[in-house]
């Protein structure tokens, strides 16, 4: 796991525009994500990327401004530090996936799998997480303000020291900060 210092340094640089975010992504960086699945510190920004298979890909301190990633499998994927403002992201598949001090503003995120994942010390402004499935998620230390989780799975989901002003959805007064539901139960087809 690279240093979160090291994560929230990078998504600081690129939030303040010491790293410049391009219009446009580098051909060269799109072909050598999908030959190696690895491309750390690459521009990738607008790219399609939709449906693509990127398991355990690595896209540590990225630049994904705006790209297409709806409906890709992003299971286990490393993008600590990477930009993915206003990315497409729905229906992507980010179980496992480490988000530490990534720039997700105005992500849509509804409906999406985010099992175990780790969001940690991430800026998740305006978020959309409606319906998203959350369970056993690291939210910690994360800028929420203003994210919307009605609807949302929360079971075993770690909100400890996050900024919840204006989020939805959510209760920012409970003590623990870590919310725990419970499982939606199981319905028995034999039952009717």
């Known amino acids: 796991k ?10 600081l640089f ?5 790293i410049p975010a391009a219009d446009a992504y580098s051909p ?4 050598t994500l999908l030959a190696t699945s690895k491309c750390v510190g690459c521009d990738l920004s607008g790219a399609d990327l939709s449906r693509k298979q990127l398991v355990n890909a690595d896209l540590q301190a990225a630049n994904l401004v705006g790209a297409n990633l709806t409906g890709a499998n992003l299971t286990g994927a490393k993008l ?3 930009n993915l403002t206003g990315a497409k992201l729905g ?4 179980t496992g996936a480490v988000l530490q001090a ?9 409906g999406t799998n985010l ?12 978020t959309n997480f ?19 989780f009605t609807g949302a799975n929360l079971s075993s989901t770690s909100l400890t020291s996050a900024n919840l002003v204006g989020a939805k959805g959510i209760n920012p007064s409970s003590p623990a900060r870590t919310i725990v539901t419970p499982a939606p139960a199981q319905q028995n087809d034999s039952i009717r």
């Open 91 to 94: 229906g992507a598949n980010l």
């Open 28 to 31: 060269a960086d799109l072909k």
């Open 80 to 82: 600590g530090g990477a």
């Open 115 to 126: 099992t175990r994942t780790d969001f940690s010390y991430a800026n998740l402004v305006n």
């Open 102 to 110: 990534a720039s997700l503003i105005d992500v849509n995120f509804a």
């Open 14 to 18: 690129v939030q303040l525009g010491i």
């Open 2 to 11: 690279m240093n979160r210092r090291l994560y929230f340094c990078c998504a």
């Open 130 to 148: 409606r319906s998203a499935i959350l369970s056993n998620t690291d939210l910690a230390g994360a800028n929420l303000a203003l994210a919307d």
